[in-house]
T-cell receptor, first 114, second 111 residues
Framework: GQQVMQIPQYQHVQEGEDFTTYCNSSTTLSNIQWYKQRPGGHPVFLIQLVKSGEVKKQKRLTFQFGEAKKNSSLHITATQTTDVGTYFCAGPEYRGGSNYKLTFGKGTLLTVNP | DTGVSQNPRHKITKRGQNVTFRCDPISEHNRLYWYRQTLGQGPEFLTYFQNEAQLEKSRLLSDRFSAERPKGSFSTLEIQRTEQGDSAMYLC?????????FGQGTRLTVV
């Protein structure tokens, strides 16, 4: 089955520093989704990337989808304490039509020192 | 609250007992998922439903686990003869289109 890997597993930064997490899939993806889980919380959808080479921005967050659609990255510029949490990428495994299951990576835990 | 609701939020049970969790998805969402998450790991797929039909069940799931969604609305996840290794957060998610909405989860502790 499809495997989704993320690095690094942990990242600790000083507030104001940048942060990047990388996601790699064992198979070509039709799209990729990113979720954020705050400590003690549940995963919350951030974004979906669909096109090869796609770049999307949400304020200080920049998401990229690789040309081969097998990798993706999330970059946060000038981290803030509110960015603390675990960031997951997730790739769909389609089962026909719009039916799919999401396979999650293990996530990158970001901690920010104020 | 119109989000995904899970009950109970916490469950402590003795090894060997059966437990059942409930998930109430967002009302118009026809797809419902169950995931399991342990500390430091991403959500691990267990099963999913489209309406009342269970379309897929993880091969990693033992026959002690069963899930239902009888009327295509709420869903239940039952674990029979619980083992200590079943201790985890059990997450339910529902979706209509792209975005999956997760509930707060049920944290199971088997002692």
């Amino acid at each position: 089955g499809q495997q989704v890997m993320q690095i690094p597993q942990y990242q600790h930064v000083q507030e104001g520093e940048d942060f990047t997490t990388y996601c790699n899939s064992s198979t070509t993806l039709s799209n990729i989704q990113w979720y954020k889980q705050r400590p003690g919380g549940h995963p919350v959808f951030l974004i979906q990337l669909v096109k090869s080479g796609e770049v999307k921005k949400q304020k200080r967050l920049t998401f990229q989808f690789g040309e081969a659609k097998k990798n993706s990255s999330l970059h946060i510029t000038a981290t803030q304490t509110t960015d603390v949490g675990t960031y997951f990428c997730a790739g769909p495994e389609y089962r026909g039509g719009s039916n799919y299951k999401l396979t999650f990576g293990k996530g990158t835990l970001l901690t920010v020192n104020p | 609250d119109t989000g995904v609701s899970q009950n109970p939020r916490h469950k402590i049970t003795k090894r060997g007992q059966n437990v059942t969790f409930r998930c109430d998805p967002i009302s118009e969402h026809n797809r419902l998922y169950w995931y399991r998450q342990t500390l430091g790991q991403g959500p691990e797929f267990l099963t999913y439903f489209q309406n009342e039909a269970q379309l897929e069940k993880s091969r990693l799931l033992s026959d002690r686990f069963s899930a239902e969604r009888p009327k295509g609305s709420f869903s239940t996840l039952e674990i029979q003869r619980t083992e200590q290794g079943d201790s985890a957060m059990y997450l339910c998610a529902s979706r209509l289109n792209t975005e999956a909405f997760f509930g707060q989860g049920t944290r199971l502790t088997v002692v």
